[in-house]
């Protein structure tokens, strides 16, 4: 059995979806398709251009000879209810950070076997060490579709981890991932803040996922306000009206932790917390929320809740007039004026 094939095999072993291995240098023209990206958003420019090295490994690891890439399905894990509208799925269930975790388990087991094999390897679970969607789709595991995102044939609600590795190596899988229908437009026209503006065109400056948890202590404009509607933390708009999602979740497992942690994540709650307790309870999981920018949890969950108002968030809102944070302050202000709400009562 070839080295390629013991690998493919343990992977499966090990209850890993897919795995392919690229060579090092078919990243490059991950280049090509991030110059066209910043040719088409030039306010971008500045946020494209950080990944950049992502088509070159070698680069920053002169060794690396192959990509080692596999796909984890989170879609089979039970969600609860009220979480749906505020978070992207992928972050309540995030195996990243998350060693009970079976995902994170079986990824462990198979690093370990690549260092079993002889190979060196570097992995990078937080922010990824290559373009991860590019290398998975050219490793054979199936397709990036017009909303950005990479789908098997069981939609896109996949983990990607990709392992550089000091020996040449390849393994290209095939796949049956139907292309897009040619006139779908459905994600486009489901992202709300129109950062998806055409098919692969997506402003990361504008998309929710940056918005909701970018560290910049500026308020954001009333429509920008209006257009993050209820999400907290990511957004999963463009994927869920998705018509190749379509029946793709299968609501079976239970993740670690998630039922616990689900009352913590209500906008109520978020308000209710000091900000020790936002770092004891949330920081860990969704790390995106900087530690220095805690203040973000605040502002999302008063923004939510102003969207989708209902009386029962009127102490909460008062109560965050009196925030450590200015900005929280002046955002709460904000909301209780938008509700209609004097802030004078408490
Ligand atoms: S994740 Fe949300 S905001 Fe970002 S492109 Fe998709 S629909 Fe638009
Ligand atoms: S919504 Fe339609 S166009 Fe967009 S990714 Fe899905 S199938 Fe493709």
């Known amino acids: 059995m070839s080295r390629e094939e013991q690998i493919r095999q343990k992977a499966r072993e090990l209850g890993i979806g897919k795995c392919g291995i690229i060579k090092a240098e078919a990243m490059s023209d991950y280049g090509d398709r991030l110059r066209e990206r910043m040719d088409r958003i030039p306010q971008g420019e500045a946020l494209y251009r950080r990944f950049m090295g992502f088509a070159d490994p070698r680069a920053s690891f002169p060794w ?5 890439i596999t796909a984890c399905s989170y879609g089979h894990y039970h969600i609860p209810a009220a979480l749906l509208p505020h978070y992207g799925k992928y972050y309540l269930v995030d195996m990243r950070l998350n060693p009970a975790s079976p995902e994170a388990q079986s990824l462990r087991a198979f690093e ?3 260092h079993e ?9 937080k922010y990824g060490l290559t373009a991860l969607r590019w290398a998975a789709f050219k490793a054979g595991l199936g397709r990036i579709r017009r909303n950005n995102f990479f789908y098997t044939e069981e939609g896109s609600w996949f983990a990607l981890n990709a392992w550089i590795i000091d020996q040449e190596l390849e393994l ?23 950062s998806l503006s055409a098919p692969y065109t997506m402003n990361m400056a504008t998309c929710i996922s940056r918005l909701s948890t970018s560290h910049e202590a500026l308020p954001y404009t009333d429509e920008v306000n209006r257009m993050m509607g209820t999400w907290l933390y990511g ?16 609501d079976r497992d239970r993740f670690p932790d998630l039922e616990a942690l689900a009352f913590w994540l209500l906008p109520e709650q978020i308000l209710s917390m000091d900000y ?13 929320i900087q530690e220095e920018s805690l203040w973000r949890w605040k502002l999302n969950a008063i923004n939510a809740m102003v969207n989708a108002f209902q ?3 009127i102490p909460f809102l008062h109560q965050a007039r009196e925030d450590r944070f200015r900005i929280v302050q002046e955002k709460a202000q904000w909301a209780l004026h938008t509700i209609g709400v004097s802030s004078e009562a408490s």
């Open 276 to 288: 020790g307790d936002i770092l004891r309870r949330l920081s860990g999981k969704f790390f995106y």
């Open 64 to 68: 690396a000879k192959s990509i080692i």
């Open 117 to 125: 094999l002889g190979l060196r390897t570097a992995t990078e679970e």
């Open 235 to 250: 957004c999963d708009a463009c994927q869920n009206a998705c018509p190749m999602n379509k029946g793709t979740w299968e």
């Open 112 to 114: 370990a076997y690549l």
């Open 172 to 194: 290209i899988e095939t796949h049956q991932v139907r292309e897009c229908p040619s006139q779908c437009t459905c994600c486009i026209r489901s992202c709300p803040t129109r």
């Open 311 to 313: 009386e029962a968030y």
